[in-house]
């Protein structure tokens, strides 16, 4: 059973990393790694939309019917991103400032509702629980190792850490950065990933 779980969170950095496996939330992984904290707060953010809307989808999926399916589940996870830009609003002024637009965005990731329509209606609320834990995470990870490597290069810090003195390259904290970063990135993980 231990092994069943660790497998249901692992799966979600290895086996079907969201960003450089299946490819997935491609718009919140270019727009908002500018820096490492603004991917880990992104990061952070989809996580807690995605292991409450797993864990309600799979307690409702029974009862809805299939020709409703995917709008009841847009519904459900609208509900938790509102619950999310309220608290970010109350608490995290900045955070929810700096991420802005990416927020209410987080509605239509596609992460998201993959994983409603592939893993939480076919399963348990614990295990679509593990799984949103997993790929949330590996998500997260994701993102926040895209925004270091991009802080890095454009600005010479890590985390609003400054240890390279002068300027860094702004292709990196610009558009072209990300895709550079995440092309990079992924030809990396799936060279490694191979082994």
């Not at 991103?81 to 400032?97: D, E």
């Not at 985390?159 to 550079?180: E, R």
Request: charged share 10%; hydrophobic share 55%; with cysteine.
């Amino acid at each position: 059973m231990a092994g069943k779980n660790l497998s249901l969170i692992t799966k979600g950095f290895f086996k079907e990393n969201p960003t450089f496996v299946l490819v997935l939330g491609m718009c919140p992984t270019l727009a908002t790694t500018t820096s490492a904290i603004n991917g880990l707060e992104m990061g952070l953010a989809t996580l807690f939309v995605l292991v409450l809307s797993n864990i309600v989808i799979s307690l409702i999926s029974p009862v809805v019917p299939d020709k409703v399916h995917i709008p009841a589940y847009i519904v459900v996870i609208a509900t938790f991103v509102t619950v999310l830009q309220l608290v970010m609003q109350a608490y995290t002024p900045g955070a929810y400032k700096t991420l802005g637009l990416f927020i209410p965005l987080i509605v239509v990731n596609c992460i998201i509702l993959g994983r409603a329509e592939a893993f939480a209606c076919k399963h348990g609320w614990w295990e679509s629980a593990l799984d949103g834990i997993g790929i949330g995470l590996g998500f997260t990870a994701t993102l926040t190792v895209i925004g270091i490597v991009r802080e890095i290069l454009g600005s010479g810090s890590v985390f609003g850490w400054k240890f390279i003195s002068g300027d860094g390259i702004l292709a990196f904290v610009m558009a072209p950065g990300a895709f550079m970063v995440l092309g990079y990135l992924l030809v990396l993980f799936n060279k490694i990933a191979k082994k």
